[in-house]
């Protein structure tokens, strides 16, 4: 049991039509390991600056997530910027600021190189071949997750490495636009023809649908009322869902059902405060009474 996540560990400024906060914790290996951190103790390969604080790295290490592929270079941390408008599901791309992220050479310490999973987190889709280079065997599951910038910027690159992936989570949007065809359903089954044996389309407040060549699964969102700040749902989502699976050993389809509640379920929690605030004071116990609650939600 072991779960690798090789991700970006930020400074993000968000925007709301509430509030703006300036260079707060976030990236998606950060949201990714301190969800995944609730089933599982997370191994995490990023790079981070000099100016990455303290007390960030102190709220990874309390979750007991293990930072020994964690690099710091001389020069600034990664920076991205969004806004959102009133609908929480669309957001904009400020700008993005590469800073010590644009020369990331993942390293995988010894201990990292029998992992049975490996995430690939919206980093480029050029680093996977030297990620899974470096692994002792193919582990049971590689997964990925992009953000439209690879998308449009290295399709081909993409599509080349999802060739080689198990599980592949991407947006509804994201789905579409790769492709090329509208209907989800459709551009569903056109993805998992390129590679993925599952395919998780997270759809932001109206859940996920998981495909596989044998089921689809839906899964809601938990009904919040207060959407603080979005961000990082999805790395959330997919830190849930892949901690639940590390944490299960078996990998049969009701390991995969209940890993997509699982994210969903932490997923709901990160949106509840500004950036990784909510994790903070998150409990285990809080995560399986919500995860109770979604089944007399969904069951009739
Ligand atoms: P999500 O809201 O789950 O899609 O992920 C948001 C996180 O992705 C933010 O915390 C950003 O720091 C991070 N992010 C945005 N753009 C990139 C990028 N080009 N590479 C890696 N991480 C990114």
Redesign the pocket.
């Known amino acids: 049991m072991s779960l690798v996540i090789v991700?970006?560990l930020?400074f993000?400024t968000i925007e709301t039509p509430f509030e703006r906060r300036e260079r707060i914790i976030?990236?998606?290996g950060?949201?990714c390991a301190l969800a995944a951190s609730f089933f599982t103790r997370p191994k995490v390969v990023g790079v981070v600056g000099r100016d990455f604080p303290r007390t960030a790295i102190g709220l990874l290490e309390r979750r007991k997530v293990d930072l020994r592929g964690l690099q710091v270079k001389a020069g600034k941390t990664?920076h991205?910027e969004?806004r959102y408008g009133s609908d929480p599901n669309q957001r904009t791309?400020v700008r993005?600021d590469l800073n010590v992220?644009r020369d990331f050479q993942p390293l995988l310490p010894p201990s990292y190189r029998s992992a049975d999973i490996v995430f690939l987190a919206?980093?480029d889709p050029g680093l996977a071949g030297p990620v899974l280079n470096q692994l002792r065997r193919r582990p049971a599951i590689v997964a990925l997750d992009t953000?439209r910038?690879?998308i449009e910027t290295k399709p081909d690159a993409l599509f080349r490495t999802l060739a080689g992936v198990d599980i592949f989570f991407a947006n509804d949007e994201e789905v579409r636009l790769l492709a090329g065809e509208g209907n989800l359903i459709k551009a569903g089954r056109r993805l998992l023809g390129r590679g993925p044996r599952v395919l998780v389309v997270k759809k932001g407040e109206h859940g996920a649908l998981v495909f596989t060549p044998d089921f689809v699964f839906g899964v809601l969102a938990h009904p919040c009322e207060d959407v603080v700040d979005?961000?990082?749902?999805?790395?959330?989502f997919a830190g849930g869902f892949l901690g639940s699976l590390d944490g299960a050993g078996r990998r049969g389809p009701a390991q995969i059902r209940r890993a997509a509640v699982c994210g969903s379920v932490v997923a709901s929690f990160a949106i509840e405060d500004f950036g990784v605030e909510r994790f903070k004071t998150l409990t285990r116990k809080e995560i399986e009474t919500r995860y109770l609650g979604f089944k007399r939600l969904v069951s009739f």
């Not at 979005?230 to 959330?236: I, R, V």
């Open positions: 991700g970006s930020a993000d976030g990236g998606s950060t949201y990664f991205w969004g791309t993005t992220f919206n980093i953000i910038f690879w979005p961000t990082g749902a999805g790395d959330s």
